[in-house]
Every structure is written in C-alpha cells, then in structure tokens.
C-alpha cells in the first residue's frame, strides 16, 4: 500500500519558521516528482514547491525565496523548509507525487497524496 505522510506542522508566531516532512512508503519515488501543496480555509489547494528526482526545483510565486524544498532519497524522505512564516501561509499542507519526470503545478498530476499537517501562523 502505498502512503505519504506528513509531519512537522503546528502552531507558530509570524517570522518562525517551520520544516516538514513527507516520509513515503509502498513504493519508490525515486525517479517522481515530489511536490508539496497547501488549502487554506475556504480556498482552494494551491501549488507550493516541487522537485524533480534529479533535484530541480519550482516554487510558486507566493513563496519568495522562504521556502526551499529537498529531498533525501535514502530515507524516502521530502522536506520543505519554511522560513519568514507570515499569517497567511496557515492551511493544510499537503504532500503529492508525481510519477512522471517533470515538474508540474498542476494537482491532476499527481496520482498519490498524503493526508496533511496543519500549519498555522498567528500574528
């Protein structure tokens, strides 16, 4: 059975910062693209970053360079550190991959996805 699942998630003040992680099981994603997306209360989900197996990254506009995605293929592990973290990054964050080999933004791309961990900032 193949699972994502995410951690590091919680409560923060505005500036924090906050790393997760997405730990997957089942299968190798290795050679998928792994991306992280976020919904907010009442809003729809929305990219956030994304990386390639040969480590290149895409990030959507909103993250201006305080985010940075990585991955540790060893350990099956992707992270997503977030730094400068600003009230209006509170949603759930979510964890997708996508088997194909380049990046897209696009939710229908990815096949698997994780359940979520909460981030929230206050201000």
């Known amino acids: 059975q193949v699972q994502l699942v995410e951690s590091g998630g919680g409560l923060v003040q505005a500036g924090d910062s906050l790393r997760l992680s997405c730990t997957t099981s089942?299968?190798?994603?290795?050679?998928?693209?792994m991306g992280w997306f976020r919904q907010a209360p009442g809003k729809v989900r929305e990219f956030v970053a994304a990386i390639s197996w040969s480590g290149r990254t895409y990030y959507s506009n909103f993250v201006e360079g305080r985010f940075t995605i990585s991955r540790d293929p060893a350990k099956n592990t992707v992270y997503l550190q977030m730094n400068s973290l600003k009230p209006e990054d509170t949603a759930l964050y979510y964890c997708?991959?996508?088997?194909?080999?380049?990046?897209?933004?696009?939710?229908?791309?990815?096949?698997?996805w994780g359940q979520g961990t909460q981030v929230t900032v206050s201000s």
């Open positions: 997708a991959a996508d088997p194909s080999a380049f990046i897209s933004t696009t939710m229908g791309s990815y096949d698997y």
């Open positions: 089942g299968r190798t994603f290795s050679n998928s693209v």
